[in-house]
């Protein structure tokens, strides 16, 4: 089968580093996305890779490691509006788009 | 408008109701999703359309009909639904479909309560 694995929740603090990791085993690859979403709220779009190494985006990177099976996404100095949840969504061979379930980021003062 | 728009916002209907959602993208964009986000769940893709053809179905029940009229509209309509189809639902639009890079841009989505 196919599957996304992230934290279902994760906890930091106002101002800190946080790494939000994702696995993921499918059927080929080509490449991974990342989304925001605000509860109530559409994802939207924060990062795409497709070849290994880190993406930097001003607060946010991705890494890729596609021998590992491996993302990570990195968000540095937090803010209060970075509390959301995380989506790891891979393209397999097929170019379908295989979504994990999330991962909510609680950020506390 | 820009992006991708979804009308209603917020549905309740009974199992033996009729209704449609609506989707309209204002992006120029080639193909467009249907989903369905259930709490803790991956997003279920759900139809996919390019170029106004059906290219994907997900076994998903034939209570759920898809239309696209056009390369910007795209319908979903309901009809005996039953009490395990309430969740987000969930539209989205790509540049092109079947190759990668194009990110998906969703819309804000309609929240189905079925009683």
């Known amino acids: 089968g196919q599957n996304i694995d992230q934290p279902t929740e994760m906890t930091a603090t106002e101002g800190a580093i946080v790494q939000i990791n994702c696995t993921y085993q499918t059927s080929g690859f080509n490449g991974l996305f990342w989304y925001q979403q605000h509860a109530g709220e559409a994802p939207t779009f924060l990062s795409y890779n497709v070849l290994d190494g880190l993406e930097e985006k001003g607060r946010f990177s991705s890494f890729l490691s596609r021998s590992k099976g491996y993302s990570y996404l990195l968000l540095k100095e937090l803010q209060m509006k970075d509390s959301a949840s995380y989506l790891c969504?891979?393209?397999?061979?097929?170019?379908?788009?295989?979504w994990g379930a999330g991962t909510k980021l609680i950020i506390k003062p | 408008e820009t992006g991708v728009t979804q009308t209603p916002r917020h549905l309740v209907m009974g199992m033996t109701n009729k209704k449609s959602l609506k989707c309209e993208q204002h992006l120029g964009h080639n193909a467009m999703y249907w989903y369905k986000q259930s709490a803790k769940k991956p997003l279920e893709l759900m139809f996919v359309y390019s170029l106004e053809e059906r290219v994907e179905n997900n076994s998903v029940p034939s209570r759920f009909s898809p239309e696209c009229p056009n390369s910007s509209h795209l319908f979903l309509h309901l009809h005996t639904l039953q009490p395990e189809d309430s969740a987000l639902y969930l539209c989205a639009s790509s540049q092109e479909w079947g190759t990668g890079g194009y990110e998906q841009y969703f819309g804000p989505g309609t929240r189905l309560t079925v009683t």
């Open positions: 969504a891979v393209f397999n061979s097929n170019y379908q788009l295989i």
